[in-house]
């Protein structure tokens, strides 16, 4: 079963910041917090992971709560290619595989 | 650098009829995984492999096998098809086990879509 909690979609507007938040309130010390997105007609994309501090890369940044129950995965500034499902993964209990949730499907209008 | 490669990108098949799919990892990326993509189930794990070996398999019948070459390259085999095995399947690429999700990151391919009619 998904370990990650994700709202079910999102909207926003073009060139406006986004912030995609995500449940993980079983998570364990040693997990890393993963963001994958798939774009229409694509596998899935890895965007970002962290495991304590808040990330950046060219794609996005991740802020992860103190108590890593949560975590939010912003995007500066939407551009309409952004527009994808994004997906935040835990690995199994066994630390060996992700476990996919249904994601949260992002809808960037012009 | 070439990504991963997955063929077929489509493929139609009766009831009945088996299958076999192949994916080529990134030159170097020596695990690979399979994962099947429903609208009903989304992504589940199917099994990774690496040095010839299954090192992992998820909660599919036997019916789903696979295996793996000497240069990584992989291919995954479902026989006797079901309806219900219409699917993405996608294969993504490591450099080895356990990085991929602590922290290198998966590549995935673009998937083989597989309709069973």
């Known amino acids: 079963d998904a370990k990650t909690t994700q709202p079910n979609s999102m909207e926003s507007n073009e060139e406006e910041p986004v912030h995609l938040p995500c449940n993980h309130s079983t998570i364990s010390g040693t997990d890393y917090i993963h963001w994958y997105r798939q774009l229409p007609s694509q596998g899935p994309e890895y965007v970002i992971h962290?495991?304590?501090s808040n990330v950046n890369n060219r794609m996005a940044s991740l802020a992860i709560a103190e108590d890593r129950k949560s975590s939010t995965l912003i995007l500066h500034r939407a551009t309409l290619r952004d527009a994808a499902v994004y997906y935040c993964?835990?690995?199994?209990?066994?630390?060996?595989?992700?476990?996919f949730g249904p994601g949260t499907r992002l809808s960037v209008l012009p | 650098k070439a990504g991963v490669t997955q063929t077929p990108r489509y493929l139609i098949k009766t009831r009945g009829q088996q299958v076999t799919l192949s994916c080529s990892p990134i030159?170097?990326?020596?695990?690979v995984s399979w994962y099947q993509q429903t609208p009903g189930q989304g992504l589940q794990f199917l099994f990774e492999?690496?040095?010839?070996?299954?090192?992992n398999k998820g909660n599919f019948p036997g019916r789903f096998s696979g295996r793996q070459f000497s240069n990584s390259r992989s291919e995954m085999n479902v026989s006797t098809l079901e309806l219900g095995d219409s699917a993405l399947y996608l294969c993504?690429?490591?450099?080895?086990?356990?990085?991929?999700?602590?922290?290198?990151?998966?590549?995935f391919g673009s998937g083989t879509r597989l309709t069973v009619v």
């Open positions: 030159s170097g990326h020596r695990s």
């Open positions: 993504a690429s490591s450099l080895v086990p356990g990085t991929g999700w602590q922290g290198d990151g998966y590549t």
């Open positions: 993964i835990l690995p199994d209990n066994y630390g060996q595989n992700f476990v």
């Open positions: 492999y690496f040095s010839e070996t299954q090192r």
């Open positions: 962290g495991l304590t």
